[in-house]
């Protein structure tokens, strides 16, 4: 189903939860709305389901206006964080029972619920009760259960997020796949950047009940066309500094230089403000160095995380191996300078080519 | 503050009536060394709470028996093992000050007002709560209550050992990790034996020195970060350390060298040829990558994460997953891998087999 939002937005009392959003959805198309809590994913989901009424603007299904339509009467189906499933029936009767409510014939009602456990390998366990599933069989029972019903709009509200980490990254993998198959549209929410990234699709930035940016999933990573979009997709945080540019150097301050590419050195002297990733700035190498007070070092299996101030500025340094640092060690970080986004006096993206 | 040691603990819960007993706890023998910082690491239903809950003895174990310094505490209640414990959601009592949440714990066990005071401003201070200490808990964020309660975990200095279950789980993401640099940066200052339960890998390999991989019912394998990355004793820790996690091929091996799909590989070590049993090889998607002369595969699947990218290949019915850097092209026409042989293990019924002369 191709989904559009024109000038929507959602005021609740004096409060504004949307401002002003305007985004348009292809059909079968895997979307992503990545922002921190509060910046507005469920109220943007909840507009397009029809849960929630527009305070103005409008919206609209394959190119008709929908606006005001309630749910039960649109082919669209919404999963929440907590997965909520019927205790006392088995997964076939949970799968089964948004069919029976649509009183479907009964070999329909088969053949469709034994489909969907296929896909998403609940199969075997058909007769069991939720109880006795592990937390990832009983979410993928409650996905089974949102898809069966052939909806073309499927809405996910991080569905994951109450997951083990290990079982996130399985389902990551399996979703996608999943929904090529069904050729739903499918808006998916998360605040994890890196879930983002790995579902792929498209994706929209928001903060603070704004759509920020919308558009291919690893060129808004690349090219995020402000500070702040950059901000929402980088986790850990983009390493921010403001930098003093003269002529065709950067200062960060009187010790630490770079030369800057054409396209920023062509502009006015002043100030701009650089946006590094945590992942090109590294605790051994080459390029620009910098000295820094290290705040912990963090481990994830085969990386580190180092959190570290470089002239004021909080800064991480996302490293591959195990770096250890004790608490307020000074240490040097390096990164190349081609890898630095420029930002200008509005913090918008200032393009350079590589 | 003591050592704490586990001699051939079982455990199982009542079974239903007409049920064998399932051991939830399966035989651990385990020592924590006095002032050591560990984690205990396991995905849900793996048995770490309840090894947790037969330490501060919530849990009294079918079998086997607990050592505090060498003395026996297997029957002893909870209140008599002066243990700490923090729990996954904030414990705090709303209505009382931060100062009076703190200092509870002390005054419970009848330690003379200046000192309460002494020591109640000194752990406020470590947790960053001092200019709070008159504040209502009631009026605090999830987090600021899940600092009150670390703190009146840490508050007692009489403690044998603090335990944490899953901690941090209330916590705003970009809040943890300022709370996991206090928390190891706290038991630095303080010493005390830390057991931290988590089934994040991130929380578990931050703060802890050694870290005990739990698996249905069993410890897998204890070991420094860098020993579980490197080394893994078992598949399973090669597959739950690390994003994404170890590869697990089938192979054969010959003149104690695994071959795998007709490839006769090295592994940097020679095995016994003749052991029995399921044999595989495990091989992390970082130490796999592309190459001119090695296994043909096709790619199946490239994934942009941004700082690299995650490749699926398939070699026949095997799918391999490599990591590969965020420039690096990938081979458009007939792919080819290699395995890192100093990276390479090769594990038997699912345990690493050992080199040959070790």
New interface residues.
Partial sequence: MAIELRNVSLRVGAETHIYETSLSLEPGQFNILLG??LSGKTSLMRLMAGLEKPSSGTLWANGEEVTGVPVQKRSVAMVYQAFINYPSFSVYDNIASPLKVARLPKNEIDARVRKFADLLQLTPMLERLPAEL??GQQQRTALARALVKGAELVLLDEPLANL????R?ELRDELPKMFADTGATVVYAT????EA??L?GYTATLNEGRVIQFGKT?SI?RHPENLESARVFS???VNIAAIEKRGDTAYLNNSVSWNVPPELAAMPDGYYKIGL?P?HLSPDGAGVEVEGEV????????ES?V?VIVEGNNWVS?A?G?HSYE?GQNASFFFDSSRCMYFDANEMLIETRV | MSRIEFKDVRHAYPPAAGQTPVYALKEVSQVWEDGGAYALLGPSGCGKTTLLNIISGLLTPSEGSILFDGREVTQLPTTERHIAQVFQFPVVYDTMTVFDNLAFPLRNRGMPEPRVRERVVEIAAMLDLSDRLKQRAAGLTADGKQKISLGRGLVREDVNAILFDEPLTVIDPHLKWQLRSKLKELHQQIGVTMIYVTHDQVEALTFADQVVVMHDGAVVQVGSPIDLFNKPKHTFVGYFIGSPGMNVLPCKLEQGQPVFANNLLSSGYPVDTDLSGKLEIGIRPEFVSFCDDGIPVQIEKVEDLGRYQVVTVKHEAEQIKMLVGEDQEIPAISPQIEFDPDNLRIYCDDWAVEPQNA
């Fill in positions: 921190t809590t592990s937390g083990d980490y290990k079982l990254e605040s994890e950047p890196l990234l790995m792929g690893s990573y986790d850990p945080p990733r992942h705040q912990i070092s963090e481990i994830s299996g085969s995380i959190r996302e591959h195990i608490f």
